[in-house]
């Protein structure tokens, strides 16, 4: 690359401390030295925006105000949303010209899509990193159709964090898989290992529904039940409210607040592996979780539900069944401990690496 390019970058949401903004830092940081970057963001989330000001990029808000009425909420979602978004990007490229732009926001990224499509830009690239799943109502399901649809009109780059992702997002396009990276140098073999012949299970993930916190607590409580006393640090915060309260309720109801430790997880982890002996996700659903990633460079064997893809195993996860029970959990993780005490492993990370990540988002823009 001879000058700078011009990247517009449009976020999912905001730039809090999760999965998708720390995917848009790595895309950053990978190609500081030969992009120019911008990013629209729509809330006021701004734990990357430190990182933003270093890497100098430009932050362009693009707030909306959802009506509270159901009939104009609808109204909204259909057909002024994606035309506000629409008609502002089409102002914002009308005054400044860029060589790509890079979405996030999933199958409602369509309207800046189609304002790039329309304002000549070359590269338009959709990123998915979640599965497109089917809705629970009529509605939902025919608005996320429809708006897929338009997405796969518009952009011309189909990226996806794994093939599960991309197969149901772009199932007519040629699509690439780019898997994202992980922080080699705080995540390594070098982490100390500051357990002997105690048990530590660690679960990383937002409070919620999906991410499974409550079937957690019953793994812990069938350990208990079997004779297996262990430690829990469940690393979060809530997103759902009433889902959090709930995981304290089941914590009181089996007496396990002794065991279970729960850890605001908005501003990292830590130094959480140094006293974890296997990582527990027992998701409902994920894209490709990057924790399995960093746990596994810490030589850290992991738990995971097997509707997880299995792209994130680099030989340390063993995918379990969560619909029989908590039961085949506490088994499993009883046997791996009494062979493996706290021991750690080496396993091969390569396709995470931050050179392979870097290389690839390079070919993106070239």
Not at 49 to 61: C, D, M, R, S, T
Not at 187 to 214: G, I, M, W
């Amino acid at each position: 690359m001879d000058k700078l390019k011009k990247v517009l970058i449009i976020a999912n949401n905001g730039m809090g401390n999760s999965g998708v903004p720390n995917v848009i830092a790595q895309v950053i940081e990978s190609q500081q030295h030969y992009c120019k970057f911008s990013i629209v963001v729509f809330n006021d989330d701004d734990y990357y925006y430190p990182f933003l000001k270093e890497h100098n990029v430009g932050i362009i808000k693009m707030k909306e105000v959802t009506p509270k009425n159901i009939i104009l909420k609808l109204f909204w979602y259909f057909f002024r949303r994606p035309r506000y978004f629409y008609k502002k990007t089409k102002m914002l490229l009308k005054n400044r010209k860029y060589d790509a732009i890079h979405s996030f926001k999933e199958e409602e990224g369509w309207p800046f899509l189609k304002a790039a499509w329309k304002a000549g830009v070359q590269t338009r690239i959709t990123h998915c990193n979640n599965e497109f799943k089917k809705r629970n109502s009529f509605l939902s399901n025919y608005l996320a159709n429809w708006n897929l649809r338009k997405m796969n009109k518009y952009a011309n780059v189909f990226v996806g964090v794994c093939k599960m992702c991309c197969e149901t997002m772009f199932p007519k396009k040629p699509y690439q898989v780019i898997y994202n990276s992980y922080n080699e140098q705080k995540y390594n073999l070098k982490v100390d290992n500051k357990l002997k012949n105690e048990l530590v299970l660690t679960q990383v993930a937002t409070f919620s529904n999906r991410k499974n916190q409550l079937f957690t607590i019953e793994v812990i409580n069938s350990l208990k039940e079997i004779g297996i006393n262990c430690k829990t640090k469940l690393v979060g915060f809530p997103i759902q409210e009433s889902y959090y309260l709930d995981m304290l309720s089941l914590i009181d109801k089996y007496k396990l607040s002794d065991c279970i430790e729960i850890i605001d997880g908005r501003n990292g982890i830590g130094d959480i592996f140094e006293k974890t002996t296997f990582l527990l996700l027992p998701s409902i659903s994920e894209a490709a979780p990057i924790v399995l990633v960093e746990a596994q460079a810490c030589g850290i064997m992991c738990f995971a539900s097997n509707t997880i893809t299995n792209e994130m195993n680099c030989g340390g996860v063993n995918y379990l069944p969560i619909n029989e029970g908590p039961t085949i959990w506490a088994q499993e993780i009883k046997k791996q401990f009494e062979n493996k005490c706290n021991n750690r492993n080496r396993f091969d990370l390569q396709r995470f690496s931050k050179t392979e990540f870097q290389k690839k988002i390079s070919e993106l823009y070239c």
